[in-house]
């Protein structure tokens, strides 16, 4: 019986203390919030709402640039397609331009081709025409050719029998150039170009002079003829200024 007793007495107790416990706890969380924890708690709430209002701001300003820039980008495709339009007109332009000077310079070239063509056409009959009559003067003027001088053999071959050509000359008594070229020998250069050669002309020389060219040997020896000269050397015994005796007896050369 008093075992009962102090278990229901331990019982009574525990529940009392947890009751009380929990009232305890439930004053506790009624008991209204300090001072301080309310203007910390507005603080923060002022500071929330600040950032909201920045982040406002910012999403607005963002939203006006995207909005600003998605205008400039349309705006940019007008103005490029504009472009590209008035470029292709430009360019369609100045390919008709291009096609119309072509079309111009082959009209051109086909008219100055017809008239060159035509010119020349009418020089070459001027020509045939002026060849033919200058070949009629010339068979004309070689039938005349006496028979007296006739072209047995040259140097080139024989162009046509009569026609001969006869030139003569001297290099002169006081304008005769003598070199020497040894001592007993002298040299000097005769020009026939006056006469008109066209081929290599059979030449004959012999020496003039006023004294002791008698005693020289080479007046008739010529060497490296062509149609405009030939080549003289002269010996003649040993003397001292062979060219200044030359010039002072007069030595020359006919042919």
């Not at 439930?26 to 923060?44: C, F, W, Y």
């Not at 020349?120 to 070949?135: C, K, V, Y």
Request: hydrophobic share 35%; charged share 20%.
């Amino acid at each position: 019986m008093r075992i009962i007793l102090m278990l229901v007495t331990t019982l009574m107790f525990t529940v009392a203390t947890g009751e009380e416990e929990e009232e305890a706890v439930l004053l506790n969380r009624a008991k209204p919030p300090s001072h301080d924890t309310v203007e910390d708690l507005k603080d923060m709430l002022v500071v929330t709402m600040q950032n909201i209002v920045s982040n406002n701001d910012l999403v607005t300003q963002l939203t006006q640039k995207v909005v600003q820039n998605m205008l400039s980008v349309g705006q940019c495709k007008v103005e490029m397609e504009d472009m590209k339009k008035s470029y292709s007109e430009e360019i369609a332009k100045l390919k008709e331009q291009i096609e119309s000077m072509k079309e111009e310079l082959r009209s051109q070239i086909g008219t100055v081709d017809a008239e060159l063509k035509g010119q020349i056409e009418d020089m070459g009959a001027g020509h045939n025409t002026t060849l033919a009559a200058l070949s009629g003067e010339i068979r004309e003027e070689i039938s005349q050719i006496s028979s007296e001088v006739t072209i047995v053999s040259a140097e080139q071959g024989i162009r046509d029998r009569k026609c001969a050509k006869v030139c003569a000359g001297t290099t002169g008594r006081t304008s005769t150039t003598w070199v020497n070229y040894s001592t007993t020998g002298i040299r000097t250069t005769t020009d026939i170009s006056g006469c008109g050669f066209v081929t290599v002309p059979t030449v004959t020389t012999s020496l003039e002079g006023a004294s002791s060219h008698w005693t020289n040997s080479g007046g008739s020896e010529i060497y490296s003829v062509t149609t405009t000269q030939f080549v003289t050397y002269i010996n003649t015994p040993p003397s001292a200024g062979l060219r200044s005796k030359a010039s002072e007896y007069k030595w020359n050369m006919e042919w």
